[in-house]
């Protein structure tokens, strides 16, 4: 079933569909101590749990089976992709530290047959916005929080949620290659996320950076 509007500060997308109930199940009946421990989020009895995304915090209360950002300053779109990851991030990630060594998707356990085909990252808006505007990147990725690193022709380091850092390296176009852009994870990534998550959250990623540029 289709979702309604349900406030003013984000609108619902022609995609955005409920998450399945036994997500929520899971997590109502997990312990909150422990998903805060793993996660990094915060909890408090009447709001629930509070989790960091991009430069963002949505407020989640399992017993009412919502999702509210915080801010007002993300873009006002809300999708079945961004439930499903910020759920799934709340019950599977583990106290893992990060080791600060990048790989990208393929070299994930698993990652180089799951990603390619339906399921190659979807980094084609990010190189139409930015393939020959390094500084517009830059700028922009900043506005979601990210930190410049110097990597590529520009690169973007995002913690997207507090044990998953992200970061969008962009390739300019020149006159051999198109521009292209290649994403790192950190190697605990898969101690976080199953890969069809992965996948979705480069989705809202690319999304967001894009349409906050506008």
């Known amino acids: 079933m289709r979702k309604e509007e349900k406030s003013g500060q984000r609108k619902w997308d022609g995609d955005a569909f409920e998450p399945h109930p036994f997500i929520w199940d899971e997590l109502e009946n997990e312990n909150p101590g422990k998903i805060c421990n793993n996660s990094l989020a915060k909890y408090e009895h ?6 960091q995304f991009l430069n963002q915090v949505f407020q989640i209360t399992p017993g009412e089976r919502n999702i509210t950002p915080i801010y007002d ?3 006002a779109i809300k999708s079945y992709e961004l439930d499903l990851i910020l ?6 990630s583990q106290p893992i530290t990060l080791k600060g060594e990048m790989i990208n998707e393929k070299q994930i356990v698993g990652g180089e047959t799951f990603f390619r085909g339906p399921h190659r990252l979807n980094t084609a808006p990010i190189v139409e916005k930015f393939g020959e505007d390094e500084q517009l990147f830059l700028s922009t990725g900043r506005k979601l929080g990210g930190e410049a ?3 590529g022709d520009a690169a973007v380091y995002f913690r997207v949620f507090p044990r998953v850092p992200v970061t969008l390296i962009l390739w300019k176009k020149d006159d051999e290659f198109p521009a ?6 950190d190697v605990t990534i898969s101690g976080h996320l199953p890969m069809d998550c992965i996948w979705a959250m480069i989705n809202v990623l690319s999304k967001w950076i894009v349409m906050i540029s506008l």
């Open 73 to 75: 300053f993300i873009p």
């Open 46 to 51: 009447n709001k629930g749990f509070l989790l």
């Open 149 to 151: 690193k110097d990597l």
């Open 87 to 92: 759920l799934t991030y709340l019950l599977k």
């Open 180 to 185: 292209q852009v290649s994403v790192n994870f």
